[in-house]
């Protein structure tokens, strides 16, 4: 009997996805951290947002530069598409982390890391109540199933 892809364990399939989740778990805890005892120092949420996303930009835009000038075929790069994504980035980013650090701020790092992990479950309630997504429990692609990661679990 020839035994199938999903019936053999391997590392890269099953161990590396729950080590990168975890190490990326620790980084966010440091990180909300390190942020805290800055805080507590005396550093305004606003102004570790500006520290924040400058440094992000100071290590990402020689890549974009340097991957803007490959050759690729690509529409170009003109000042109104700039300008969105610049507006992006102050409406999509900047004020969803404002929040977040005056949270952590006034709480732990431990409720920051905690709050964001429930996103995914508020932005399907979120869809429910909107009638963007609708539930039936009979439906198959309806109710949750636990991966085959867990073990209990067989198709």
Not at 67 to 72: D, E, L, Y
Not at 120 to 127: D, E, N
Not at 132 to 154: C, H, N, T, Y
Request: hydrophobic letters at 55%; a positive charge; aromatic letters at 14%.
């Amino acid at each position: 009997m020839a035994i199938g892809r999903s019936e053999i364990w391997s590392w890269v399939h099953d161990v590396v996805p729950v080590f990168a989740m975890l190490m990326l778990t620790c980084l966010d805890m440091s990180l909300l951290t390190v942020v805290k005892a800055a805080m507590n120092g005396g550093l305004g949420s606003i102004a570790y947002v500006v520290y924040h996303n400058s440094l992000g930009t100071i290590i990402l835009f020689p890549i974009f530069v340097f991957r803007m000038f490959r050759n690729i075929e690509r529409p170009p790069l003109t000042f109104p598409i700039l300008f969105r994504f610049f507006i992006l980035g102050l409406f999509g980013l900047c004020l969803f982390q404002l929040p977040v650090y005056v949270g952590v701020k006034y709480t732990s790092p431990t409720l920051a890391s905690a709050i964001t992990n429930l996103i995914p479950g508020s932005t399907f309630l979120f869809a429910v109540i909107f009638r963007m997504e609708k539930i039936d429990i009979r439906s198959s692609s309806s109710v949750a199933k636990p991966g085959p990661f867990l073990g209990f679990w067989r198709p």
